[in-house]
């Protein structure tokens, strides 16, 4: 099992940047498929972007496709998300998850076996 851990969220004006990581512990981070997701408040909660287990793949929603990045890091169990070019509408909860299925997946809410706990991230206009 492995748990997760979000940090780097908070106010920004749109226009500007964030990133987020997602420390993972528990078990090594390469067993794992991952995944960001989103949830802004009255809304269910959506697919960002996610991640195979090497690196390789990624996806991504297409409003973010050309703003967010996606990224792993085995080695420091961490993966992140780079957020350029925020908007208001970015605004919401942001979950880390994993899975040890494949990417083919990791765009699904159901898809994903473990999750953080969530970060907020508000993009003022």
């Known amino acids: 099992q492995v748990q997760l851990v979000e940090s780097g969220g908070g106010l920004v004006q749109a226009g500007g940047s964030l990133r987020l990581s997602c420390a993972a512990s528990?078990?090594?981070?390469?067993?794992?498929?991952m995944g960001w997701f989103r949830q802004a408040p009255g809304k269910e909660r959506e697919f960002v972007a996610c991640?195979?287990?090497?690196?390789?793949?990624?996806r991504y929603v297409a409003p973010v496709k050309g703003r967010f990045a996606i990224s792993r890091d085995n080695t420091g169990n961490t993966v992140y998300l780079q957020m350029n070019g925020l908007k208001p509408e970015d605004t919401a909860v942001y979950y880390c998850?994993?899975?040890?299925?494949?990417?083919?997946?990791?765009?699904?809410?159901?898809?994903?076996?473990?999750w953080g706990k969530g970060i907020l991230v508000t993009v003022s206009s």
């Open positions: 991640v195979s287990q090497s690196g390789d793949t990624t």
């Open positions: 998850a994993a899975t040890l299925r494949g990417a083919s997946i990791c765009a699904y809410v159901g898809g994903m076996d473990y």
């Open positions: 528990g078990r090594t981070l390469s067993s794992y498929t």
